[in-house]
């Protein structure tokens, strides 16, 4: 009987920033707040309560808010450009829909994959094979949802983008884990989390340990179990993650009844419900209904439990959810034979081994045999039960290549001895006694030889924990100097541009103040001299008014350049009136049509990070207007939850990024990354000669 847990449904958790959980509500209790019933006293139970009908009445309001969202995306897609932000566009709408709608959610992946292909961008071209394959995972195929996340892999690992490589390992990894493929899934997970923990990406730590939880609770390794879930329960409280939390509680659920406490883990599957209840995720409500299903059966109460795994079934089946079928119907269909309901079996059972063989889910596939086996035993029909026993050894030795041989024996034997059941009995008596004498007569060696292993393998495991204390140690140093040293580079970085920008301010003053006002006085004495000077003498009126011509185009370009280097309306008025005014003063020209749209800027941000922004976008657009020979220029500017984008693009002649990176003249491109990365931000060009440029800048912001 199998109790599903959290890595049924974290699969498609990790993706990019833009990304929002797809579980609506959870709680941030403490683990210490659900220990077995026997401890728990009235007054825990009381506040347990009365945080839970809190957190309940405030959860449909964030569902309503989420339905406005979708509507508010689908209106802009219908009169989006076929650019990289329908692309993005597309993605989020698959995401969103991953739940609610999965037909949705698979058309509009195909449609993103389709734009990005067209468009030719790698960075959107991964994204949007990560996409279909967290479609495909929501229907169950798990073979296609390994190859398009293999094929974002593959795309993201050229890219060198650690953050999205980590997120295609990870689905890689809960995919080959549900394929039964344990001994690649384990190192994929734990390179995850190592990249994580490197970014210090506490999110994705905690998702990740919940991953590789799960893999040791498979293994029976409950204690090591237990502390990563600890371990990421520690993480989303710290970051207010209750979507993290739930799934924490629903793998806390499955190690309380792996260790026999039934009760505690009916009360922390009853508490995850009381959450989902409200919400629209019915693939996670699937998923508890039958975890409380099997604690139910195991306390014997019969009506429960099959009634669990009615409604889990359900749930499956209205979000399509293939490996959730075939579970859920062999896990009924299995204690419906317990119960002595023979006959209502069969077509549960049945469904299982179909769903599970069309899905190449080997592990369920082996339950469903055995238990089509148990079935066609107790109905009297030994043939059938033969073939799909010895179905489930074949299944059992390709999971996990262990010896199948007495099993199939046993069951052969009872088949072939229908007609001759007393010359069997006497033989399986003999065969007993044979191996009772055998068994003893190597008791003595077999304890010699035991305590010998016994002392190797201890002497070994001494070594290798001293080895392992060891290395722990030298890394910890290692991360310690790695980190003081990325401190240094960053203190040194926020030093050399605020000197930067305090000289350009500076020296814009000194050309206002200074130099100008001398000009302007010059300007005022020439002025006075011209009315001085005899009408008849028109050679030296004629010659003062052209040195008065050139004097004001002197003061005009001095007060240009001060407030280029110290622009006035970026300090009073923001950064959307700066960039609206640079915008407007180069389009008076005429001879460059400028797109604009900024979004989601009504209150100004921290100072700093708007002059970052606005001196690389300066940069960015003198150097089309020096290099590129455009003729349009497309601006973006928007803003989301904890993400600010910058997106420019021109119809100019492109270049080579690599080779102008390369030269020392490509100090402009040098100097917007290192700008872009002070503020701890990605920045990406994409261009080829003879095709434009699109550069996509993303800042996160508190």
């Not at 070594?463 to 040293?485: C, D, G, W």
């Not at 008076?588 to 749209?597: F, M």
Request: net charge neutral.
């Amino acid at each position: 009987m199998r109790y599903l847990t959290i890595l049924e449904q974290v699969y498609c958790t990790f993706e990019r920033y833009r990304e929002y959980l797809f579980m609506t509500n959870a709680s941030t209790f403490n683990i210490t707040f659900f220990p077995t019933i026997s401890t728990v006293d009235f007054h825990k139970r009381l506040v347990l309560l009365i945080v839970l009908c809190c957190l309940t009445s405030y959860a449909p309001s964030l569902f309503a808010e989420d339905v406005n969202k979708i509507a508010a995306m689908e209106a802009t897609l219908k009169t989006a450009k076929e650019d990289t932000s329908k692309v993005r566009l597309l993605g989020d709408l698959a995401w969103e829909y991953q739940n609610a709608d999965i037909d949705k959610a698979m058309a509009y992946a195909k449609e993103e994959l389709a734009l990005a292909k067209k468009i030719k961008n790698d960075k959107f071209l991964g994204l949007a094979y990560n996409d279909m394959g967290i479609a495909y995972f929501k229907l169950g195929d798990w073979p296609n949802a390994l190859k398009y996340n293999e094929q974002s892999y593959a795309i993201r690992k050229k890219s060198g983008d650690e953050m999205d490589i980590a997120s295609s390992l990870n689905k890689i990894s809960s995919l080959k884990y549900k394929m039964s493929m344990y001994e690649e899934a384990l190192p994929d997970m734990l390179e995850c989390l190592r990249i994580y923990e490197k970014h210090h990406e506490k999110k994705y730590i905690a998702y990740t340990a919940a991953n590789i939880s799960q893999v040791h609770l498979d293994l029976h390794q409950y204690d090591k179990s237990r502390q990563y879930t600890e371990m990421a329960m520690k993480i989303n409280k710290e970051i207010a993650d209750t979507n993290g939390l739930v799934m924490n509680y629903i793998n806390l659920a499955s190690n309380l009844l792996a260790t026999q406490k039934i009760d505690s883990c009916i009360e922390m599957d009853q508490t995850s419900l009381r959450f989902l209840n409200s919400s629209n995720n019915l693939y996670t409500k699937a998923i508890v209904y039958n975890n409380l299903a099997v604690a139910h059966e195991r306390k014997g109460l019969e009506k429960e439990c099959i009634e669990n795994y009615k409604l889990a079934i359900e749930y499956a089946r209205s979000t399509q959810n293939k490996s959730g079928i075939a579970n859920y119907c062999n896990n009924l269909g299995n204690v419906l034979i317990k119960f002595n309901k023979i006959k209502e079996a069969f077509p549960y059972l049945q469904e299982s081994w179909e769903v599970a063989t069309e899905i190449n889910q080997r592990k369920t596939r082996e339950n469903a045999a055995e238990n089509l086996s148990m079935f066609y035993w107790k109905t009297g029909e030994y043939k059938q039960a033969y073939i799909y026993l010895n179905a489930a050894a074949q299944l059992r030795d390709t999971i996990f290549g262990e010896e199948t041989s007495r099993a199939v024996a046993e069951m052969q034997a009872k088949y072939e001895t229908t007609k001759k059941e007393k010359d069997n009995q006497i033989l399986t008596k003999n065969n007993q006694i044979q191996a009772l004498t055998i068994k003893e007569s190597n008791l003595k060696i077999s304890r010699r030889n035991t305590l010998m292993m016994a002392m190797s393998i201890a002497m070994f495991l001494g070594l290798i924990t001293f080895y392992l204390i060891y290395s722990r140690n030298k890394l910890k140093q290692q991360l310690s100097m790695e980190a003081a040293l990325l401190k240094q580079q960053e203190l040194r970085a926020k030093a050399v541009l605020e000197a930067e920008e305090l000289e350009r301010q500076r020296i814009g003053k000194d050309l206002h103040d200074g130099i100008g006002q001398m000009l302007s006085a010059v300007k005022l004495n020439m002025a006075g001299l011209e009315k001085q000077l005899n009408s008849s003498e028109h050679t030296g009126a004629d010659m003062l008014h052209n040195a008065m011509s050139l004097l004001d185009e002197s003061v005009k370009e001095i007060r240009t350049i001060s407030h280029t280097m110290m622009p006035n309306v970026l300090i009073s008025s923001g950064l959307v009136k700066a960039v609206r005014s640079f915008v407007d003063s180069l389009a008076a020209s005429g001879e460059l049509k400028i797109d604009l749209h900024i979004s989601g800027l009504d209150q100004r941000m921290d100072s700093g990070i708007e002059t970052v922004l606005y001196r690389v976008l300066q940069e960015i657009v003198n150097n089309i207007i020096k290099h590129a020979k455009a003729s349009n220029i497309s601006i973006q500017l928007l803003r989301f939850e904890n993400e600010i984008t910058l997106m420019i693009e021109d119809n100019g002649i492109g270049f080579n990024v690599e080779e102008v990176l390369a030269k020392e003249g490509g100090l402009g491109l040098k100097n917007i990354i290192s700008r872009v990365e002070y503020l701890k931000g990605k920045v990406h060009f994409d261009s080829h000669p003879g095709r434009g440029t699109t550069v996509s800048i993303e800042i996160p912001i508190a």
